[in-house]
């Protein structure tokens, strides 16, 4: 059973290895670099703590700037990035690792995740062990994995003998990946939900739009709440500072368990709307 502290303003979320990670982060997928800065700024100064990037999205430097610029103690952020696919293999990610850090203007990561599994290329177990490295050595404190299947993950883990502290899979409420995320907490993997709206296909959803209208918040806030109760840590990103806000501004509100059954019931079996991990 996953620990949740909901005594604090997002409720924090405790990993298998003790680190703390706030359960409501900020994602910025296809924010360019120059967008970057401003966004996560605004985010900041909303309270966020917890900034999820990657070396794909090429944007580490702006988000850099913004947490230099903000002036929070280093220990009260979580900054997570992800390392590309190219960049599979121990003596790569060591040098992926490094590139990304200074790119960021940061002297130690809070989570590195392996983006895709990239089964065909090989290399996610060496990776993986270049992550151990990484994080005995203390330049990351946590390490993960996204876009990991079961039959992936438990190859990891039986051959490497760690769990991944995070599992960072599309989900929304289009796309519950019920089975994955079942097997994540029966390993004490966290479930951390990428493209939470869906990339915004859910926003319009009649059943999301009916509970908003029960309890007077947006769609946004609806989808975000379901995955707090859910237990997942999700990444909503906007780059539109009264939607940064909005996303932020949702415990002040709860779903009925009738109303988070009626969003349950929104899973169907064509809602993924990124690439399979299996073929990608
Ligand atoms: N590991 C992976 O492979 C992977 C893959 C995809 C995403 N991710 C992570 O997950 C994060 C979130 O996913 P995502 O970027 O695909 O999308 P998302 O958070 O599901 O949705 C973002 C879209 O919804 C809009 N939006 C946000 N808040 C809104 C609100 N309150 N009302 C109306 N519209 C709103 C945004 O518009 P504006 O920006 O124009 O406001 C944007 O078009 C990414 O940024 C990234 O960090 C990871």
New binding site residues.
């Given amino acids: 059973m996953t620990a949740i502290d909901t005594s604090v303003t997002p409720p924090v979320v405790t990993l298998n290895d003790g680190v703390r990670i706030p359960q409501l982060g900020?994602?910025?997928?296809?924010?360019p670099d120059d967008q970057a800065q401003p966004a996560v700024e605004t985010a900041l100064r909303d309270g966020y703590r917890n900034i999820?990037?990657?070396r794909i999205?090429g944007n580490e430097v702006g988000v850099g700037r913004a947490i230099a610029g903000s002036g929070i103690a280093r220990d009260e952020l979580f900054v997570t990035t992800?390392l590309w696919n190219d960049d599979q293999g121990y003596d790569s990610t060591l040098k992926a690792f490094d590139a990304s850090l200074e790119r960021l203007g940061l002297d130690y990561l809070d989570l590195y995740?392996i983006?895709?599994q990239q089964v065909d290329r090989g290399a996610y177990l060496d990776t993986f062990r270049a992550f151990q490295k990484l994080q005995a050595d203390g330049r990351v404190r946590s390490i993960g994995v996204?876009?990991f299947t079961q039959p992936t993950l438990t190859t990891l883990i039986d051959t490497l003998g760690q769990v991944p502290s995070i599992n960072?899979?599309?989900v929304?409420p289009y796309f519950q990946q019920r089975a994955l995320h079942a097997f994540d907490v029966e390993h004490g993997i966290v479930t951390e939900?990428?493209?939470?709206?869906?990339?915004?296909a859910?926003?319009g959803d009649p059943a999301i739009g009916a509970i908003a209208a029960e309890l007077g918040v947006?769609?946004?806030?609806v989808i975000l709440r379901w995955d707090i109760q859910k237990g997942f840590v999700t990444?909503?990103?906007?780059?539109?500072p009264?939607?940064?806000a909005?996303?932020f501004d949702i415990f002040g509100f709860e779903l009925s368990e009738e109303q988070i059954a009626r969003i349950d019931g929104l899973d169907r079996a064509d809602g993924r709307?990124?690439p399979n991990p299996d073929t990608f």
């Fill in positions: 900020f994602g910025v997928w296809q924010v999820d990037t990657a999205y992800k995740l983006h895709w996204s876009n960072q899979i599309e929304h939900a990428w493209s939470p709206l869906g990339s915004g859910v926003l947006s769609p946004a806030q990444i909503p990103k906007s780059v539109t009264e939607r940064i909005q996303n709307t990124g």
